[in-house]
């Protein structure tokens, strides 16, 4: 079982100013037999990469893989403790008796640095392609696991440490002490997280302090507390009393008066990593309050703070990687921004965050993204790198355009995108009406807000895309007089909309407009059309009801639905130079000849048409117009999956 690795990184990835780089940083690794990681491979920025993805996507799992790769080094220097377990071996590797967890990992490094005397064992002595200022260093880290009969469960069987061009050089753990990982969770519950505040701290001071001078801390302390004792007890009164009458009740050991000494205990190796934070701010008033007076986001922060510092830390020959998980956790939008706008200016070191933060992944740049899924229960965890799939040209455009709202498509399972707010806002309800709730299918709305925007997005998508169904609902704006007049022709034609595209990426085109296909769907079903009309009216919203009347008539004509087109479609009175209205004043029923007015009615006509259909129990009354009914079908579909393999028989 080898895990095959590309050389190099995708040449996106890589900055042509190695000023901006770590010395030492992980450009790719390749995870097989881990979790749910059946068989990936990642690609890494030299500085700060975001992992995003819905959940079981294999975030954490590669997080952990990190950690398991950057502490292999000996026992005695590893300040992370992660060791690989039974439960580790991925279930989708079947029913076997012998499992590899197989970790291979490409650093690179700076030739004009100390990382080539340092990582001699993985060196390649191999240039980085169009780098000359960085070599190539790989390390291929494998745990062997066999099925215990008795247990019913994988066990440890031995590990192999190589490296080098080949991974054929063995490599001892000694050499890969100057490798570390700092690693930060979130803070869930100060009681049981205390702990590792104040190790943090200790490190902390150990980074930035003299050794000897913190290691006597301590005991000078002790010894001053003595002093201080000593003096406010009038030479130790206290002692004396308690001395003298503990000679009296143990006389037969013939105890001196003096034996009986108190002592700090708490004033020891571990005072440092007992120290706690306190935040001294005008928020607290005139107080000086500790931890467990500020709530977990504030918290959160300061936790960072202390473990961030450590990005100065003047510990020689020590290459650090930061990993983070959740840095939003329990922060609001404006404190996660300005804490990732810090994160994105480290440059000395290599960062690792994943996130489910819609927040922080809008403030992302494009090529730092990696966008974990598990499309199918057999296959695992895929990593998708937004760097190798968008385009340059629509980079810049999907910079701006993925906001805080719109960046949550990264997180869904499909993705439909609408041109306005009139089809968003009904989308949700007409999958309820259908069976296919797009809510509970993990289905996100992406409004785009115009027709142009389709061709940026459409990268993401499809072969060598996300992992995802992506469905664009659009229309055709057809010209009223290429149409058939009859009602009976356009409904046929809208059973013939166009569809397009690919097996994961469709368009799905209505016939004229949105308006229009509901005008036609309620052709024949009369209780549709009271919904349709009862709405609209609402939206028209006149103090005169002919003026209400009218404007139905003009846009709900059920009898001659080609004649609404055309006054949905009519924008001027008065006929361009050559040629003719699409209607004539004498076919409107009211007095405006313009599409003015029904243009600013339809997000009222939606939100009513919206309102309409959450109070009607009766579902069959009202037909989502086709188009959107099969965009709704696709993004919902279920993926074919091979159930044998969904799980390891034999840890059943």
Same mark, same amino acid.
């Given at each position: 079982?080898?895990?095959?690795? !590309?050389?190099?990184? #995708? ?52 997080? !952990? ?81 066999? &099925? ?69 801390? #301590? ?102 990687? &930061? ?34 933060? #819609? ?43 993925? !906001? ?52 940026? &997005?459409?990268?993401? &998508? ?98 001659? #639905? ?91």
């Amino acid at each position: 079982m080898t895990a095959k690795v !590309d050389d190099n990184d #995708p040449s996106e990835l890589v900055s042509n100013n190695p000023q901006t780089r770590p010395d030492f940083y992980l450009s790719q690794i390749n995870i097989k037999g881990f979790r749910v990681l059946k068989d990936a491979t990642f690609n890494f920025n030299p500085n700060l990469n975001v992992i995003v993805g819905p959940n079981n996507g294999g975030k954490s799992a590669l997080i !952990d893989a990190l950690r398991l790769i950057f502490s292999i080094g000996t026992y005695e220097e590893k300040e992370d403790l992660i060791r690989i377990q039974h439960k580790d071996v991925s279930r989708l590797l079947g029913n076997i008796d012998n499992a590899m967890v197989v970790f291979e990992a490409i650093f690179h490094g700076r030739k004009d640095s100390d990382v080539p005397g340092m990582f001699y064992d993985i060196d390649t002595n191999e240039d980085v392609d169009n780098d000359k200022e960085y070599e190539i260093f790989k390390l291929r880290y494998q745990v062997n696991f066999g &099925f215990d009969d008795i247990k019913k469960r994988f066990s440890y069987k031995s590990r192999d440490i190589s490296g080098g061009k080949d991974f054929s050089h063995p490599v001892s753990p000694e050499s890969l002490d100057y490798m570390k990982s700092i690693y930060l969770e979130p803070l869930r519950d100060l009681s049981t997280d205390r702990r590792r505040i104040g190790l943090e701290i200790e490190r902390l001071l150990y980074g930035h302090g003299d050794h000897q001078k913190l290691k006597d801390i #301590p005991p000078e302390l002790k010894e001053k507390a003595r002093e201080l004792l000593e003096r406010a007890t009038d030479g130790n009164k206290h002692e004396n009393a308690a001395g003298k009458n503990f000679a009296k009740y143990a006389s037969a050991y013939k105890f001196p008066d003096n034996v009986l000494h108190f002592a700090p205990t708490n004033l020891n190796d571990e005072l440092l990593r007992s120290l706690e934070a306190v935040l001294e701010h005008g928020i607290h008033g005139a107080s000086k309050l500790n931890l467990s007076s500020n709530g977990l986001g504030i918290n959160n922060l300061i936790y960072s703070s202390i473990v961030l510092s450590r990005t100065s830390e003047e510990i020689a020959h020590i290459h650090r990687f &930061f990993l983070i998980e959740e840095p939003e956790a329990h922060l609001h939008p404006q404190l996660q921004d300005s804490f990732f706008q810090e994160l994105n200016k480290i440059t000395s070191h290599q960062i690792f965050v994943t996130s489910h933060s #819609p927040t922080l992944t809008a403030k992302s740049d494009i090529d730092k993204i990696i966008v974990m899924s598990h499309p199918q229960p057999d296959i695992g965890g895929r990593p998708s790198h937004l760097a190798g799939i968008v385009k340059d040209k629509d980079k810049r455009y999907l910079h701006k355009f993925l !906001d805080v709202t719109r960046s949550q498509l990264l997180f869904a399972n499909s993705v439909i995108f609408v041109e306005g707010v009139t089809e968003a806002l009904l989308l949700e309800r007409f999958s309820e009406m259908i069976g296919c709730g797009l809510r509970e299918n993990g289905v996100e709305i992406v409004i785009l807000g115009a027709k142009g925007g389709f061709s940026h &997005f459409e990268a993401l &998508f499809g072969e060598g895309g996300l992992p995802m169904r992506c469905a664009f609902i659009t229309d055709d704006d057809a010209d009223p007089g290429t149409m058939p007049a009859g009602a009976a022709d356009l409904v046929k034609k809208t059973a013939t909309t166009a569809v397009t595209g690919t097996e994961t990426l469709k368009t799905f085109k209505g016939l004229g407009t949105f308006e229009f296909e509901l005008l036609l769907s309620a052709i024949g079903n009369t209780n549709m059309q009271s919904i349709l009309t009862s709405s609209l009216g609402k939206a028209r919203n006149s103090s005169d009801a002919q003026i209400n009347a009218d404007f139905i008539s003009d846009y709900l004509d059920f009898s001659n #639905p080609l004649l609404s087109y055309k006054k949905m479609k009519q924008k001027t009175a008065t006929p361009p130079a050559g040629k003719s209205l699409l209607v004539s004043n004498a076919e409107w029923s009211g007095g405006a000849h313009t599409n003015s007015e029904f243009l600013s009615s339809k997000s009222d006509y939606a939100y009513y048409l919206y309102e309409a259909l959450l109070s009607s129990s009766d579902e069959s009354k009202f037909i989502v117009p086709k188009y959107i009914k099969d965009a709704i079908e696709f993004v919902t579909l279920e993926p074919e999956i091979d159930i044998d393999n969904e799980a390891n028989p034999r840890t059943n």
